[in-house]
């Protein structure tokens, strides 16, 4: 008996808790959604928000966050979502906050990740480096110096994306992998300088070795990335290991502060189905970086565009 009534007391109280959910309406406080330095998470802030402003949210946007620095901006309540946590560049970040308290992991994205170096497809069919996309391919001193650039110091290239992304992980691979007296890594300044420099090297048909991921624009502009020895757990120097390992098959996760499923349980429900497909994600960025438009007019047409996709969330 004692069993029951205590069981009944709990179907009482999570029906009672259930409807309370359910029934409060979001509070009037802006959801703050931070914007970094890539397009299709600049793009998917300004998506997501519309979705929160058409259920009646107030939102304002976070400008150019840090993106390893966000997942302690959420914990301790400064920022009230993430909405493209990449593994590979900030798993470590994630989980660090996550461990800590205060932030809730809040599901993954449809789309799994890749971020690595790889080179346009063009260079290998130029045959500026035989091997390709093998990583060993480039322990080859006649691929190297079809990689020279002026500022190479006579080794081959390879250009890196902001340091804030991963720091030195790239650099430290190349040693570890026995490479560096061939090849020198030097980081963009910005996402954009990496499509710059694809573009520059393309015209004057030398070799280019970037930094980039998928979900991207380029996932339909033959864009390959190099088959550097299997991730695994711990492979990475920051977590004790040799480094001598590619990046991972990456999960694209969504991250929460703790109280925002109380303080705006519908806006929480709703970012807990979100989920974006690779080839929407692509879509995303495509907008600004091949057709030039504004982040927040490139989410208006995605938005506009895609109803049925995001209306779904909202239910
Ligand atoms: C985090 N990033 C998508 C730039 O690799």
Redesign the pocket.
């Known amino acids: 008996m004692r069993k029951i009534i205590s069981l009944l007391s709990a179907v009482v109280i999570s029906v009672v808790s259930f409807t309370g959910i359910s029934n409060a309406a979001d509070s009037k406080k802006p959801i703050v959604i931070p914007t970094h330095n890539?397009s299709s998470q600049i793009v998917m802030a300004y998506v997501i928000g519309g979705i929160f402003e058409s259920m009646g949210n107030n939102v304002s946007y976070a400008e150019g966050v840090d993106?390893q620095g966000v997942y302690e901006s959420i914990r301790i309540g400064d920022v009230s979502i993430s909405h493209e946590v990449?593994e590979s560049?900030?798993g470590k970040s994630f989980t660090t906050a996550l461990d800590k308290g205060g932030l809730l992991d809040w599901g993954d994205h449809e789309a799994r990740t890749l971020?690595d170096m790889g080179y346009p497809n063009w260079v290998a069919d130029k045959g500026l480096c035989p091997g390709l996309p093998d990583w060993t391919a480039l322990k080859n001193p006649d691929c190297a110096k079809n990689f020279e650039t002026p500022d190479s110091g006579g080794k081959g290239r390879m250009l890196e994306?902001p340091q804030t992304?991963h720091g030195d992980l790239i650099p430290q691979r190349v040693d570890a992998l026995g490479l560096g007296s061939l090849w020198t890594v030097k980081f963009a300044g910005s996402a954009d300088a990496l499509w710059a420099e694809l573009a520059a090297a393309k015209k004057e048909g030398r070799g280019t070795i970037i930094f980039n991921?998928t979900p991207n624009f380029t996932d339909g502009a033959g864009f390959t990335f190099i088959d550097f020895p299997p991730y695994t757990a711990g492979c990475r120097p920051e977590d004790g290991g040799d480094g001598k390992c590619g990046s991972p098959d990456g999960y694209l996760k969504k991250a929460v502060n703790a109280d925002f499923p109380k303080t705006h349980p519908a806006a929480a429900a709703a970012f807990k189905k979100m989920s974006f497909s690779t080839s929407q994600i692509g879509a995303m960025a495509a907008l600004v970086d091949v057709d030039k438009m504004t982040h927040q007019d490139a989410a208006k047409k995605w938005l506009a565009d895609n109803k049925s996709v995001w209306q779904a969330f909202t239910k």
């Open positions: 890539w993106s990449w560049a900030f971020e994306g992304w991921w």
